[in-house]
């Protein structure tokens, strides 16, 4: 079925400052300067990921005792993915500064070898039914989620997260994920101790914006567009103990989420109250996104059910 809302005139809201890839979940990913987005999000986002070989599970920061070292590792395309052509190869940094291929022989070993731990790299399009692991902080209080984990070996709260994302990528929750430099400048205004930077948040595109104030909370159930990128607005960014980690050189900071625990905690369906900050998207339009392009808020576009 065909929605009927009527689209009025949208309103520029800033224009793209930052845009982000991340081939393998949880590692590091790279920055460019343009990039095209297809329904499922940013082309190469998240085809990847790094699976236990004894659990099935997929390895993210989320677990951070047993995955935050996935910080630590980089991940990037040895060229830019074009749009129904093969997927090139993806090339990992490791902590020590050495490098190698997705497509070398031996890539599994040498993951395993440098994580002590079993596993493989695998292409998203390759796995069914998985599941990711996330350790829940007190801070964040209690929600339906948070009621049926389990006590690990280490005594932390761990739940078994299922994936709702489009088929054949790795993302938690949403496709395409929007920040704005507003809100990361709100969050610094109300705790000047806290290191409050777009890298913790591992958005897609960061928008320049002036206006004051955690600005997405307003951004519900409207359209978002990007440059040639249609796209409707359809939950806010919940947060978790991985943006407290260090990463580069940003130290662990859980001052950053204590904050958006306190001051941006909102309801969102089905998942309950979440420490908040940007959005995610479900993209209507695809098309070419770069640096300085324009970005516009408005009614909602009409989509297909």
């Not at 009025?8 to 400052?17: E, I, M, T």
Request: glycine share 8%.
């Amino acid at each position: 079925m065909t929605t009927t809302t009527t689209e009025a005139a949208n309103s520029v809201v800033g224009s793209v400052k930052s845009i982000y890839r991340y081939p393998v979940k949880s590692m590091l990913g790279e920055e460019l300067t343009e990039v095209y987005v297809t329904e499922s999000g940013v082309i190469g986002d998240h085809l990847f990921a790094i699976v236990d070989i004894e659990t099935g599970k997929l390895g993210s920061a989320k677990n951070p005792r047993k995955w935050g070292h996935l910080l630590k590792y980089r991940a990037e395309y040895v060229e830019e993915p074009q749009l129904g052509g093969d997927i090139p190869a993806v090339r990992i940094t490791f902590p020590d500064g050495s490098v190698a291929l997705s497509t070398d022989a031996d890539i599994d070993a040498m993951l395993s070898a440098s994580m002590d731990i079993e596993v493989k790299l695998a292409r998203m399009d390759t796995v069914e039914n998985v599941k990711s692991e996330m350790i829940w902080l007190e801070m964040l209080g209690e929600n339906g989620f948070s009621k049926d984990a389990e006590t690990n070996e280490h005594g932390e709260r761990q739940i078994d997260w299922d994936l709702y994302a489009p088929p054949g990528r790795s993302y938690d929750l949403g496709g395409l994920h929007v920040l704005t430099t507003s809100s990361l400048a709100h969050a610094a205004s109300l705790n000047g101790d806290a290191t409050f930077d777009a890298r913790r948040y591992r958005p897609n595109f960061v928008l320049d914006t002036d206006e004051i104030g955690f600005v997405e909370t307003g951004w519900s159930d409207k359209s978002l567009d990007l440059g040639a990128l249609a796209s409707n607005v359809v939950m806010q960014t919940v947060r978790c103990i991985m943006t407290t980690l260090g990463r580069e050189e940003l130290p662990v900071d859980r001052g950053t989420l204590r904050t958006l625990v306190k001051q941006n905690t909102l309801t969102v369906e089905p998942f309950g109250d979440w420490a908040c900050l940007g959005v995610y998207t479900n993209v209507t339009t695809p098309g070419y996104v770069k640096v300085g392009s324009a970005a516009s808020v408005g009614d909602p576009h009409p989509t297909e059910d």
